[in-house]
């Protein structure tokens, strides 16, 4: 048996003593009652045969006497894949099923090559992502199987897994949104040699080791006792590939019992709990209790409940688990799928039926809890920082932001926490009392480099209708008080953006509606929305006009979506000019209308109401300008933006006009200001509390007047006209 697969699998009664040493040399399988399951090579089963501890040798599990149902890639060609998954593939057909996946879903699925075992056979990981050759701002999720070579259940269940989301993505509205906020890695078989252990076309003869005789789920550095083996190229592949990665959260699939196992394995929970214990059993009871619902009764019963904290079963050191856990703060578990290792072809659409809407839920998991970025508050860019949780973390918890959006994930149970955000360099700021709820993603974005008082704002970003999207979020965040806030309105093809608003009002930046790169400091919570518009119209939003001339006889029109700034501009004596804006119209210094010349500026009544119409042509009226020299606002802008607290009427007017108040607050006096469309101001009262004042423009020439009232410290503006 050993000269022929290199293992020998064998059971004993456990000793009374001294468990923990032997599980460092021989390779302990499970423990049911007090009998030891284990799997030795030669050299681990010499030493083991010197303690004379009574023994008897097992038929290896991955000798079968039933049909494999191996198919080979023209086989499977041949099927409806979405039919039945009772078969296992040759070698070249999984390897050609798993490019199969590329190539059929290039969008979503890339296949990635991170190694070769010990023979050369590959280690293939798909990776699962729309917009599959981008890094997203999402947590990446792993699940592994098979890496002891003859547990096989798992290495058909990943590969059913994958074609399941393939296939359903823009089908199935949870498999989407999941997709959607999750980049998924999933490597079917991890162990090509033990599994393939004699030749490509067969599982018969599949051995736990690799062909070095290696268990690999004891070969990862390890906080209490590193491996005795050298690592294996497998172990080594795993290693350096996820050294490039930020795994949040992952589980790797075994067979030989039916359980889920959470960390730690290298020590029992009396000995050293995970900081996320409680979580853990969470997560655990919600998937063997989903699994529960819809499998036969005894199905993943392992241990009683088919829940166990590693260690509490078996103390086993260089575990993969522990590894990830341990050395690189991610969430990692054993999955053990079936009590028969290599399970009999035809039970395994049973067993995906079991187990995948919990192999989903997992998945979810990790799209729960606190979320975020972490960036320089001065620059805006992405940092690489530390996600530190004061009395909560522990040996390793902790979570770190992924470059190149600098986010960070943080699955947690709900509680109330202080959270602590630290980078090279930068100031350390830490939130308390920050609420999380199971089930519920609380996004914080944390700015690094200007001192915190650790509140946290709610900044909430929407988009109206369709049109693009907002980086580096949409819906709610929450930010740190002083922290600058950098967003961009990204348009989607066909589309620019129009601009932000915030209740019904257009968002200025300084002077300027506020751009697609829109900066601004966290001070209070705020509500935004960012506004595309469909490219189909060829109206600009922006228009500058300067050192422009209009002469006798032209008429020019502008016309933008938001605004137009006009500078140096003169219209001459016969000149005629229309400026037509969706929101907002500045004269600035050096407009100039000469006496018998006129200058028309409005808000467009609505998306039909530009120049381009002929109808629009119809000037509604005519600012003549009384001068005898040039008529030119030195230091004044004028800006006309529709206002929510007062009205006018009737508009335009013969003379007598009402303003009206939408508002009134008792003890704020109102002033009210008129100016000419140039600048000058004509009129200016202080006018008791009340809703409404009759005021004239009898004594002044036909034309456009700008009203300007400022109440507490609310500005607003109007423009009325005086036929
Ligand atoms: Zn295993």
Avoid at 132 to 161: C, K, W
Avoid at 273 to 298: L, Q, R
Avoid at 372 to 395: K, R
Wanted: charged share 20%.
């Amino acid at each position: 048996m050993l000269e022929k697969k290199g293992e020998v699998y064998f059971m004993f009664q456990k000793p009374e003593t001294g468990l923990y040493q032997l599980s460092n040399r021989i390779s302990i399988d499970k423990i049911l009652d007090r009998n030891v399951y284990a799997y030795a090579n030669e050299a681990s089963f010499s030493y083991f045969i010197g303690l004379n501890i009574p023994f008897e040798v097992l038929d290896h599990p991955g000798d079968v006497d039933f049909d494999l149902n191996m198919k080979t890639w023209e086989d499977l060609l041949m099927r409806d894949l979405t039919e039945s998954w009772d078969f296992y593939p040759t070698y070249e057909a999984y390897v050609s099923l798993m490019y199969y996946f590329e190539d059929t879903f290039p969008d979503l699925a890339e296949i990635v090559k991170i190694g070769e075992s010990v023979l050369g056979r590959d280690l293939l990981f798909a990776k699962i992502s729309p917009q599959v050759n981008e890094r997203r701002p999402v947590p990446q999720f792993m699940y592994t199987s098979t890496m002891h070579g003859d547990e096989t259940a798992g290495f058909i269940l990943s590969l059913r897994l994958i074609h399941h989301l393939l296939t359903n993505y823009g089908e199935d509205d949870a498999i989407t949104d999941l997709m959607n906020n999750v980049e998924i890695w999933i490597c079917p078989n991890e162990n090509p040699d033990g599994t393939y252990r004699f030749n490509n076309s067969t599982l018969a003869g599949a051995t736990r080791g690799n062909i070095n005789g290696v268990d690999l789920n004891r070969n990862y550095p390890n906080p209490v006792n590193d491996p005795l083996q050298v690592q294996q190229p497998e172990t080594t592949a795993m290693i350096n590939f996820t050294d490039t990665m930020n795994f949040i959260m992952s589980a790797n699939m075994h067979g030989g019992i039916e359980l889920v196992n959470f960390p730690f394995d290298s020590w029992t929970s009396n000995q050293n709990k995970h900081a996320d214990h409680d979580w853990w059993e969470f997560v655990m009871y919600e998937y063997v209790d989903t699994v529960h619902a819809h499998s036969p009764a005894g199905y993943m019963t392992g241990m009683g409940d088919g829940v166990t904290h590693g260690g509490d079963w078996y103390v086993i050191y260089g575990s993969r688990q522990d590894y990830f856990n341990y050395y690189k703060s991610c969430r990692e578990f054993t999955l053990e799928l079936s009590n028969q290792k290599l399970l009999n072809p035809a039970l395994l659409p049973a067993h995906w039926d079991y187990n995948y809407r919990s192999l989903l839920n997992y998945i979810r998991q990790s799209t729960y809890g606190l979320h975020g970025t972490v960036y320089d508050n001065e620059t805006g860019e992405p940092l690489l920082a530390e996600i530190y949780i004061p009395g909560h973390d522990s040996d390793n918890s902790q979570v770190y932001t992924a470059l190149p959006h600098g986010n960070y994930n943080r699955p947690i149970l709900e509680g109330t926490y202080d959270i602590r955000y630290s980078a090279e360099i930068h100031n350390t700021v830490t939130i308390t009392g920050v609420d999380l709820f199971n089930y519920h993603t609380k996004n914080i974005h944390i700015a690094l480099g200007a001192e915190s008082s650790g509140e946290i704002f709610e900044i909430s970003l929407s988009i109206e209708g369709e049109g693009g999207k907002v980086l580096p979020y949409s819906g709610t965040g929450y930010f740190n008080d002083g922290a600058n806030v950098f967003l961009n309105a990204i348009p989607d093809s066909g589309y620019q953006f129009l601009k932000w608003t915030e209740n019904g009002e257009i968002v200025m930046d300084d002077d300027e509606p506020a751009g697609e790169a829109y900066v601004f400091t966290a001070e209070a919570d705020r509500n935004l929305v960012a506004v595309f518009q469909s490219e189909e119209t060829d109206i600009p939003v922006h228009v500058e006009i300067s050192d422009q001339v209009v002469t006798d006889g032209e008429d020019v029109c502008f016309s933008a979506l938001l605004t137009i700034t006009i500078s140096n501009f003169a219209v001459e004596a016969g000149g005629s000019t229309r400026l037509i804006a969706g929101e907002n119209i500045r004269l600035l210094s050096g407009t100039s209308v000469a006496a018998g010349g006129y200058l028309q500026a409005r808000i467009a009544a609505d998306a039909n109401d530009y120049c381009d119409i002929p109808e629009a042509k119809e000037i509604a009226s005519v600012v003549p300008v009384d001068s005898k020299e040039d008529i030119v606002s030195t230091d004044l802008s004028i800006e006309i933006r529709e206002n929510g607290f007062f009205k006018i009427y009737p508009n335009p007017t013969d003379g007598m006009f009402t303003l009206e108040l939408t508002t009134i607050k008792p003890d704020q006096n109102t002033t009210v200001e008129i100016y000419s469309m140039v600048g000058d101001r004509l009129f200016s009262e202080e006018l008791h509390p009340q809703r409404s004042y009759e005021l004239s423009l009898e004594h002044y020439q036909p034309g456009m007047y700008i009203i300007r009232v400022i109440k507490g410290d609310q500005v607003g503006m109007e423009r009325v006209i005086r036929r």
